[in-house]
């Protein structure tokens, strides 16, 4: 599929010539003005090349340039100039707003190589971020799976408060809450650096003594360390990190944010922390919110409001059953989503239902099996 180019200028003479000289090489696209350029931008596909006059009335080339490095950053940007515009040029190219620039009037052939030059530049940005993004959901998905075989219990609770979570935030309107799933699913990572007598206890759901409360209460601080050195994850860390910190500002981290400052999506799952531990606890959703209610200063009221109002709606709105089968441990595929707790005979919980199995899992439990520890038959979803 040919690249698509667009060529901004209001000479409709010099609009024509490149349509006719490219429209072979290149899907063509052509503006007269700065303004049309933008809705072109803003209403097509993305451009991997942006040609443009620097002197246009109403809004000259470098003004446009720099709102389409903000629309669309991977678009390249080249400036077609006079001799007395140079200056201005340079500071463009320098400033980052344009990847070339042409000196007018320039001929056919060095428009074309500057064009190749620009579409190169683009495929190559365009392949590093697919590099980088799949490199990124590699590495989460590694973290994931690992929680769930190292820590079964906490990643079965993690992906009900995701569950939780990602509803809450439609209600309070969170446009893109990626940050908000992934910072559910990644906050117990930092149990992984508990000590082994304290891991031990949580998971038989044994007290701990004030000193062990206090380390466990450092968890999101070590969770968000773990998750700030993956690359882009630094918003899904800073959640993280504030996650375990009260509405009054109480808590972890002990700093000087409160209330609002705290992010929303922190204050949600410090809200379905507590609301999950307590439902573990006492098995009714209204009684533990009632009891979440009556504290002061330790949640938000909008959240709590938000899953009042998500208890309160029918049945049918938690969404359709899914279908379930049974199926050997032989017969289990990566992919496949545990509908039930999978436990040894003695009751050790070896995989927690919601997983999404992966191929650590599937190793997991074959060497189960061969250890004589049934846990047939496996429910899943389909």
């Known amino acids: 599929m040919p690249a698509r180019v667009l060529f901004v200028d209001d000479n409709p003479l010099h609009l024509r010539a490149m349509e006719r000289t490219f429209r072979g090489l290149y899907e063509v696209t052509v503006a007269s003005s700065g303004h049309e350029a933008l809705d072109l931008v803003l ?67 060095a428009v074309a190589a500057v064009l190749e030059a620009g579409v190169r530049q683009h495929d190559l940005l365009c392949s590093s971020r697919v590099l980088l993004e799949e490199t990124l959901a590699g590495s989460v998905q590694v973290l994931v799976d690992l929680l769930s075989v190292f820590d079964p219990k906490a990643f079965g609770l993690a992906q009900e408060t995701r569950a939780y979570a990602l509803r809450i935030a439609g209600k309070l309107g969170i446009p893109s809450p990626w940050d908000l799933g992934l910072a559910a699913l990644l906050a117990p990572v930092g149990r992984m650096a508990l000590p082994l007598p304290i891991q031990s206890k949580l998971n038989w759901s044994e007290p701990l003594t004030p000193s062990e409360q206090a380390i466990h209460g450092r968890v999101p601080e070590s969770a968000a360390r773990i998750v700030g050195n993956i690359p882009r994850l630094q918003p899904v860390a800073r959640i993280i990190r504030y996650a375990a910190k009260n509405f009054d500002g109480a808590g972890y981290p002990e700093d000087g944010v409160r209330g609002e400052e705290i992010p929303l999506e922190s204050r949600i799952l410090r809200v379905l922390t ?38 309160e709606a029918p049945a049918a709105a938690e969404g359709l059953q899914r279908g379930r089968r049974a199926v050997t441990v032989r017969a289990l595929e990566p992919g496949m989503c545990l509908l039930e707790d999978l436990c040894t005979p003695e009751g050790a919980l070896v995989l927690a239902a919601g997983t999404r199995l992966a191929q650590i899992h599937l190793e997991r439990l074959r060497s189960v099996a061969s250890l004589g520890r049934r846990v047939e038959p496996v429910m899943v979803e389909g």
């Open 43 to 109: 209403d097509s596909p993305p451009f991997a090349v942006v040609v443009c006059d620097m002197r246009m009335p109403g809004m000259d080339g470098v003004e446009l340039l720099q709102e389409i490095q903000t629309l669309s950053p991977d678009s390249i940007r080249i400036m077609l100039t006079g001799q007395e515009d140079q200056l201005t040029a340079v500071e463009a190219l320098n400033g980052g707003n344009v990847f070339r620039f042409l000196t007018k009037p320039c001929d056919t052939m």
């Open 274 to 311: 507590d609301f999950l531990e307590g439902l573990r606890l006492r098995g009714s959703k209204r009684v533990v919110l009632e009891k979440l209610k009556l504290e002061r200063g330790l949640y938000d009221p909008r959240v709590l409001g938000a899953l009042e109002e998500l208890l």
